[in-house]
């Protein structure tokens, strides 16, 4: 492309020459490098980006046996937030918003951190400090970017939900976490629609309880040109590994776990993949359509790290037509627009807008949440000549990606360009082997400075060793079923678990289950959620004991979990396949109805009731 030669990749190559007098003979062998030198590089990285360490580390990286227990920049602090900050300028906005309610509004860097003051003042009020969780059950908006950072100057834990949770959704969430603050809303709009939330707010602080102290949001929208100063943020030095926020997993297998992310990792690892691998600039004007309860949120929000205006939609992504979010990215002159795959899917299936290229200034197309197939990846580059795809994969768990794009490589479609730097992937087959060309496990084989701290309330890490460690030893296994090819892309084919993801949403099937519990016509349940090319689509399977309205329970489950998560399908089965151990089976299921033979996906002699598959088996090979 020809923004290669001025891209960030580049810089940091001659960076290496002249500090280092490291040179590459391509990207494999720079890839290789960081790997196998993880302390110089990342060092690397902290110099390259000028990162403000308060207190200076006496060593980058302390080897551990255990390779998500290493430890990086020994006994250093800094603050995430002084780093945000440091990019002010009057030249360009730092926040850029619509909503489907609200007018286009561009919010200047002065006017943020008018808003950022006023908000740290409020929680220093109300004792917030360093190490202090804060939740947040609000909308993607300003004030919510600005509640963020007041949090963080303040040395204090960030966490948050999309105000389209249901409220079991997210008091399983929250009140492991015993939050002190909740930020909170009274009403959102979405699809064109209202929805009040007093009744979920009043319910969510009674069970949190009279140590929460719950502030609106909604105060904190008007933001003004007030002349403050910098230097009255707080602006508290953590260390290093002091947590930043806590995400939460999906809760496949029962509550979400709460996964602790570590201040620097964050400040590093965003740096690199949004500045190095899409080439984020000062300047640039970034958007990723995400809500506060996904990772996208938190992985967009570091875009202000490299000096980016950050542009945030509230809203559905087809309301009041196709064309709302193209509008805005025209007006509001995106450079790096991201999205889900099935967004994208959808987008052509639904009939694209009258798009001209020539009417935008898109750098690149970024796509995540499940793979992009090659199908709509041509059109998209059809539909935009000039602008790079970029496909991003990784997870909550790390809260960036492992996989993803370069300024300078060819696109190929329906795949991924590259492992990112810093990042140890491999593929793996049932035998632990690395293979390429073969369909496998993608795994990270050594330390990555963006493992998770641990899970919040667990000592010991049982729990975190369990749910990455269990198939591999010390081989980090992601649940993401990938092809390596020859030329080092990455091919993903889909998760290997059975999580729900719609549009960047994701849920476990036990938050679906656990809906049922108390349902006398429903004796057991099912859902599977198939996202492949051209499909994304959630059955719903039934084992009931009498005639239930089955229009009646999608609305249920609209309004207790989730609307993202509404089954398409739902089909009366006569029974269930268990393991003999008592597991629910869910993946070989999910294998059987994206095409797989039944002998390849499960044996019947696993079966408790090896007679409930028939049903599966028969229905497989009828759709």
């Not at 939330?197 to 007030?226: H, S, V, W």
């Not at 290229?357 to 000549?385: E, H, R, V």
């Not at 010390?474 to 990455?490: F, K, P, Q, Y």
């Amino acid at each position: 492309m020809d923004t290669a030669k001025k891209s960030h990749y580049r810089d940091y190559l001659n960076f290496l020459a002249a500090e280092y007098q490291i040179t590459f003979e391509g990207y494999k062998s720079c890839h290789n490098w960081s790997i196998s030198n993880s302390a110089l590089f990342w060092e690397s990285i902290a110099r390259y980006f000028k990162i403000n360490f308060d207190t200076p580390y006496t060593q980058v990286q302390k080897p551990a046996q255990k390779p998500w227990q290493t430890e990086w920049f020994v006994d250093s602090k800094l603050n995430y937030t002084h780093h945000i900050f440091r990019n002010y300028n009057n030249q360009s906005p730092a926040l850029i918003y619509q909503s489907e309610s609200s007018e286009y509004i561009e919010i200047s860097w002065q006017a943020l951190l008018n808003q950022t003051l006023e908000i740290e003042k409020k929680l220093s009020e109300l004792g917030v400090n360093q190490g202090t969780v804060v939740a947040s059950y609000g909308p993607n908006t300003p004030a919510t970017i600005a509640a963020f950072l007041a949090c963080n100057s303040l040395g204090a834990i960030w966490t948050s939900c999309s105000p389209d949770f249901g409220i079991e959704a997210v008091c399983d969430r929250f009140i492991q976490l015993t939050p002190k603050i909740l930020f909170y809303t009274s009403s959102y709009q979405h699809n064109g629609k209202k929805y009040r939330l007093q009744l979920k707010n009043k319910q969510l602080m009674e069970r949190l309880g009279d140590a929460c102290t719950g502030i609106p949001i909604d105060d904190y929208t008007t933001f003004e040109e007030i002349p403050r100063k910098r230097e009255e943020l707080t602006l508290r030095p953590v260390d290093f590994t002091a947590p930043i926020w806590i995400l939460f997993s999906s809760g496949t297998t029962g509550k979400p776990k709460a996964i602790i992310h570590k201040t620097g990792a964050m400040l590093l690892e965003h740096l690199k993949a949004l500045a190095i691998h899409q080439n984020v600039r000062p300047g640039s004007r970034y958007f990723w359509y995400t809500t506060t309860g996904w990772m996208m949120w938190n992985y967009a929000l570091s875009s202000l790290l490299c000096g980016a205006s950050l542009c945030l939609y509230n809203g559905a992504v087809h309301y009041p037509n196709l064309e709302c979010l193209w509008d805005f990215a025209r007006r509001a002159k995106i450079n790096h627009f991201g999205h889900g795959a099935a967004y994208y899917q959808n987008l052509f299936k639904k009939g694209i807008p009258n798009l001209n290229y020539k009417d935008f200034d898109l750098k690149t197309l970024g796509s995540t949440g499940s793979p992009l197939d090659a199908q709509t990846a041509i059109k998209l580059q059809q539909l935009f000549p000039e602008t790079q795809l970029i496909s991003l994969s990784g997870g909550t768990d790390v809260c960036t990606a492992f996989v993803g794009g370069h300024p300078e490589m060819e696109v190929i479609p329906g795949e991924i360009q590259c492992k990112m730097l810093g990042a140890p992937v491999a593929i793996y087959n049932e035998k632990s082997e690395k293979i390429v060309g073969t369909a496998g496990e993608l795994v990270l084989e050594g330390p990555f400075i963006a493992y998770p701290k641990g899970l919040w309330g667990e000592t010991g890490g049982y729990l975190y060793e369990e749910s990455y460690y269990s198939l591999y030893g010390h081989v980090w296994n992601h649940g993401d079923w990938a092809t390596e090819t020859e030329r080092g892309s990455l091919i993903i084919h889909g998760r290997s678990d059975a999580t729900l993801n719609r549009a960047g949403v994701r849920i476990g099937t036990a938050e679906i289950y656990a809906l049922f519990e108390g349902h006398q016509d429903i004796e057991d349940s099912l859902i599977i959620h198939l996202s492949e090319a051209h499909k994304d689509e959630l059955y719903l399977f039934l084992k009931t004991r009498n005639t239930i309205d089955l229009e009646a329970l999608k609305t249920y489950i609209r309004k207790k979990s989730s609307p993202r998560h509404v089954p398409d399908s739902i089909f009366i089965v006569p029974d269930l396949p268990y393991t003999i151990s008592g597991k629910k089976v869910e993946i070989p299921i999910k294998k059987l109805l994206s095409g797989a033979a039944p002998e390849q996906v499960m044996s019947k002699d696993s079966l408790k009731n090896p007679e409930a598959l028939n049903w599966f088996i028969a229905f497989a090979q009828k759709n």
